[in-house]
């Protein structure tokens, strides 16, 4: 915050309090924390600056960019530093940031900013128009998109509540951290001082040890050699160090040892002013003197006192575990010796098995997967082609109508479900609070109290029990374990073992000499039933059924056809009569209504709905019974036909071939060629029909077309009726003509009203 604040005083110097005026205007209209704009408005000021402004252009351009960043910042939902950065990139020059400040700056944008600021090109301006320009290029997008006063529309919005938080607490850490930071610095000039004086020590202390072990520092070679002539001489050492502590042990104790090293050094210290280090770190020296003479003396006797403790340790290790650790490596070699063996068996064994591997992965395998990989495709294919048409149907007939109705009626009812739903349960919610509380309070309490005690009790239990019984029941256990060990060795070696043994025997001879040759002999059975049942399915059982289908299904399939058609028509019947009962309800409750407030429109509507309700219903009462009779006969009548054709196709069947040495006739076949019966239905026409010239009388079904009008008319009717609306429309060139007519099935009507159309077209287009 120093620095900052220091940039800020050396960046506008006697315009501090301007600058310091308009971020904070910035502020005000943005709603941001003054302090978040100072170092984005100290880099704009500086920058515009340095191409050629003057204090207070530069001071202007700074305010109106602070401005145009806080707008696009609140308006893109950036952070406000982010935006500042990139707005600045964009002043710069770098002009592939003009998406992220919501414009495009192409070479004619800029060109065109720059004519109208200045009346010349961008290319012609200097650097200070140039950033004005591009500046005012974004101001006025910001205008365009609605983008300015944005920051102040969103001064509550939550990114910029957290920056301005943000931005509030670094100001706090600042003011909190001014008197830390003098007491920091003082401590860290005392604390290198120190090191100072300890680096002295630690130099004093490398050239002891150089001396000792005669190293020679700066060469990591002579370094590495000298620790190895150190190493070889280390018996030298130790018979040294045995002598020194062999004198003082009859001066001073192991631990009067320590307190003599310690009464050393530290008197050695206190001659070498370490004790000045007890002073108050803010009172420190600034340099440290320090008489080292007493030091090397001091290190040498400590190394040798050290040299002594790990000979002993070294010998106390070797006395005590070496035997221990020589055998586990002598096991540890034996079994890896035996793994080695084992796994080259593996190897071997592998390697046995490379070439029938080799040759079943060419063979068999291959010959496999291509089988695989066709059959896949054909699968995946038949599946895509079944998914593509369930899919398809799924959503067109059940998913979008079923969706459509959710949103129109079901989210209403479920929303206001939801909505009572919400109320009943914060009633209830208030009434089980008030019952658990009292619940809580009248017997959780007294429950939870009871548990602890009981807890507390049982804890003091468990303690006595242990401090009597634990240590005894563990150990006797113990013993138990040992014992029941060596039990199971001595019943495995003396019993189970050779009855195991024996058992084994018995195992592998049952299974060489009698199981498997059983196994194999079952294996070649079922091999050559499967065989003689493919056999016999193949060319007896398919054969059978192939002719049941071909003589049987086609008669049974239209039996069933029928029984499902005349179902679906009498379902059909059932269900209009029901839809017209309906709409003579309707009709009565638009009469009542209309007679009771006065609409006698809607009230004659109702009656005519009532009429006409009515009569549709006995209609169909009518209609359905017929069209089951109909249907009945049309499927005994297909039923009869069918017989009788598989009685003819039989007939024909039937041949026979005439000797050779029949006179005239010999070498021919005779036999039947009867041709079918066709006996005509009572036709459903909601699909329409052609009848042939002369065809004769037939009974038919209309009225059965529920989708649209039906026209029964002669063809030349309708010949006539098409050539002279194509003749007067223009020639014989066809052309396109849109009918719109409702028509009862009468041919005569059905002529006049096509010529009145197409005249009344002609006329209409001038043709």
Known sequence: ?????????????????????????????????????????????????????????ALGMMEEALQVAADSAAYYDRSLEDTSETLKSFLKGNYANDAALGISCTETTRNAAANKLYGKSFQELSEAQKQLTLLQMVKDANDLAGATGQASREADGWENVIGNLKETWNQLLAVIGQPLLKAAVSAVQELTSALSFLLEKAQTAVNTLSELFGWELGNTASVTDNISQSVSSQNDLTEAVEETAKAQERSAAGFDKINTLASETESETKKGGIDQISTPIGELPLTLNADTSGASKTILKFISKVKGVFSQLRGWLGSNFAPIFGNIWSGLIIETQKLYSTVQQIFSDIQALGQPLAEYFQGDFTVMLQTALAVIGEILIGLYDSFNMIFSDIWGIAVYPALSDFINIGLPVITQFCTESLNAFGVLFNEVKNLFDMLWKDAARPVLGFVSDLWHDLMESLQTFWNEWGKPIFDKFCDAIKLTGDTLKNVWNSFLKPVFDTFMEVVDNIWTEHLKPLVDNFLDFVGVLL???????????????????????????????????????????????VSHIIDALKGVINFITGVFTGNWKRAWKGVKEIFSGIWNTLSDIVKVPINIIIDLVNGLTGAVESALNWIIDGINTLSWEIPDWVPFVGGETFGFDVPNIDIPEIPHLAKGTVVPANYGNFLAVLGDNKRETEVVSPLSTIKKAVGEAMSENGGNTPKEIILYTYLYPNSSAFHREVIKIVNNDKVRKGG
């Open 1 to 57: 915050m120093n620095a900052a604040n220091s940039q800020l005083e050396q960046t506008f110097g006697s315009m501090q309090f301007a600058a310091e005026e308009a971020m904070q205007r910035v502020a005000d209209s943005s709603g941001i924390v003054a302090a978040r704009l100072k170092g984005v408005g100290t880099s704009i000021y500086a920058f515009a600056k340095t191409s050629g402004m003057d204090s207070a252009q």
């Open 531 to 577: 065989d003689g049942a493919l056999d016999i399915y193949n060319n007896f059982i398919l054969p059978i059924v192939d002719w049941f289908v071909n003589y049987f299904g086609p008669p049974i399939a239209k039996v069933f056809g029928f029984i499902m058609e005349t179902a679906g028509n009498a379902v059909n019947g059932v269900i209009d009569t």
